[in-house]
């Protein structure tokens, strides 16, 4: 299959050109810079400049793929709002060069969705709608298409996707520990976040590429649910730090703009996206990635 992929060079999306690359689908990646070009062309792929800024140019590139999977979003968090919409822009132009071709759209989505008290499900649908909610309501947006000849998946990935080079939650964790002398975590520590290693990420979006049907919601979580203290505890333990509470009211002082996040529950199930097709992770657990000193930071 020839796929379009969006954020191929990033952390998820480089491992995702590579997964569909090695099981013999070729692969088309945005790529908004010589480098990112370069980088795609080095892993056997092929580099279609452009942006999310230019819905025309992703129109064209999605109406010449045989699968789309949309894996970039502008995490500009000093114009949310305007990420959103360009999100939305997005979105909509690729959906509406798939419209009648019966082709697969994989969408990135988030699992925190306005669950609480229990693990969120694949039954569960996100509560963004319209151009000015979060995302731009991208995955309710994509969804929608599912009667009109395209066939969207919405790829809900953990908060933590985990691995050697990480970029993300755990790796900010860990250089705010090192500048706050302790390993924080919110409250009484019982939030809980959802984690996945990148390459059982990468696998996830294969196979639903390959296989999901239309309208499906698929959970990329091996992890269900951690506990926000015991990732607090696993970071001071490498680091030689103590770990320590953070009340809500200082979460925001002491972490940043993460610890809204930190101090949200984000726990999730992923039983029934392995059943339908037959996802196993396999890849090491966040715990143990921390203590191998998979972080630059750590150490």
């Known amino acids: ?47 279609h400049r452009g942006s999310l800024d230019d819905p025309d140019g992703l129109a064209a590139a999605a109406g010449a793929a045989e699968g789309v999977v949309h894996l970039a979003f502008k995490h500009d968090f000093s114009d949310y709002a305007g990420a959103s919409r360009t999100e939305h822009a997005a979105v909509s132009a690729m959906l509406d060069a798939l419209r009648d071709s019966g082709r697969p759209f994989l969408l990135a989505s988030g699992l925190v969705v306005g669950v609480t008290g229990r693990p969120v499900t694949e039954d569960d649908p996100s509560p963004h709608h319209g151009v000015d909610s979060v995302r731009g309501g991208s995955e309710n947006l994509a969804l929608e298409h599912a009667d009109r000849g395209v066939r969207p998946v919405a790829v809900r990935f953990a908060p933590t996707v985990h691995g050697a080079g990480d970029p993300g939650f755990t790796a900010t964790l860990t250089r705010i520990a090192k500048e706050r002398g302790a390993s924080g975590y919110v409250g009484d520590g019982s939030t809980r976040w959802a984690a996945v290693h990148r390459s059982d990420a990468a696998r996830l979006v294969r196979l639903a590429l390959e296989g999901a049907p239309a309208g499906a919601r698929v959970h990329a979580a091996a992890e269900e649910g951690l506990l926000s203290r015991d990732i607090a505890a696993a970071i001071g333990e490498h680091l030689g730090l103590d770990a320590v509470s953070v009340a809500p009211e200082d979460a925001e002082a002491h972490f940043g703009w993460i610890g809204h996040f930190f101090g949200s529950d984000a726990a999730a199930s992923s039983a029934r996206t392995r059943e339908l097709l037959g996802w196993t992770p396999s890849g090491p657990t966040p715990f143990e990635d921390i203590a191998a000193g998979a972080y630059p930071l750590l150490g």
């Open 1 to 47: 299959m020839r796929v379009f992929v969006t954020g191929a060079s990033g952390w998820i999306g480089s491992a995702v050109t590579d997964e569909l690359l090695a099981h013999g689908h070729e692969v088309v990646g945005l790529a908004r810079s010589d480098a990112a070009a370069a980088a795609l062309e080095a892993a056997g792929a092929t580099a």
